[in-house]
């Protein structure tokens, strides 16, 4: 049989989520989520939520969250959009503002979605290298392009860009559309939101997965001019009208108006980062610093796929890329201060014991 119909399939290589350990007690430093609970009042909204909410369509346009955000944010509601995880928000961003012959610019080192959906709405990209300390070069994102996105701070590096390299980007990309993608911008970053006033072709995109503990939830916000946001609503309001279900809108809304837990949870993770950091240092770990809720980190000694596998064995899940000029780091997450003891002191005598030949 000749199955000629397999010739009008789209055919794409999916992005590869990190690993859901099953069992129990393990410590899981594979995927940025927050080791915190999130704010109490979430718990609360979420039990609140009546019989007739789960019986009706959830509000479409998502009201009651865009303007706790848009408050939260100093912002106007016309200017906020909101979608299942900034993963949502970010394919929907794709879709509406990448529409060029021209290839859209992201470094070569960066979040593995963009080239999945570069390569599912068959966009034209290009992936810039980062420099040779893995860094961001402002002046490489001055070529003719489709459109521009980049991770601030980046991922998995966690290299923060400083706010005037963010804006030079911006300046020197005034006829394209330019994505911030602030997914780790909480954790000690300096947001591009105060530049939305002067650069009507930005679009920031943050989530609720990190810093608000909500990963499960998928809450994900894009903050824009009214112009970009209104496309935005117009190729959503095309593709799908319910993207965020009546649980998650009652959920975002309550975290976002807590802020003394976000402030409070997110400067744990900090000093969390900077503790760990120093531990990491001793032991003989080379990394830059990091402005996200993880670390990556490499040995001058042992290979990072042997570290990631002796973790694993003892159940302590770490993220390792597969990938060239980066397959000899361990992204390791920041979670509580008791779970990166453990994992500090475990490389401690593994390393002790690896060098004495034991
Ligand atoms: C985690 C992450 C996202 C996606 O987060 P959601 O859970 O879909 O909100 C987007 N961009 C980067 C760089 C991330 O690390």
Redesign the pocket.
Known sequence: MSKKWLENIRRVTPYTPGEQPKEAGVIKLNT?ENPYPPAPGVLRAVRNVTEDSYRKYPDPVCRELIDAIAKEYGLDPAQVFVGV???DV?AMSFMTFFNSDRPILFPDIT?SFYDVWAELLKIPYEQIPLDDELKIRPEDYTRPNGGVIF?NPN?PTGALLDIESVERILAANTDSIVIV?E??IDFGGVSALPLLDKYPQLLVVQ?F??SRSL?GMRI?AAFGSRELIHYLNQVKFSFNSYTMDAVSLAAGKAAVEDVEWFERTRRMIMSTRERTAAKLRKLGFRFSDSAANFLFVTHPEVPAEELFTVLRENRIYVRYFRQKRIDNYLRITIGTDEEMDTLTEFLGTYLENRSAGR
């Open positions: 940025n995880g900034s993963d970010l979040y991770p991922a993608d997914a780790y989530t997965s990190k990963a994900g």
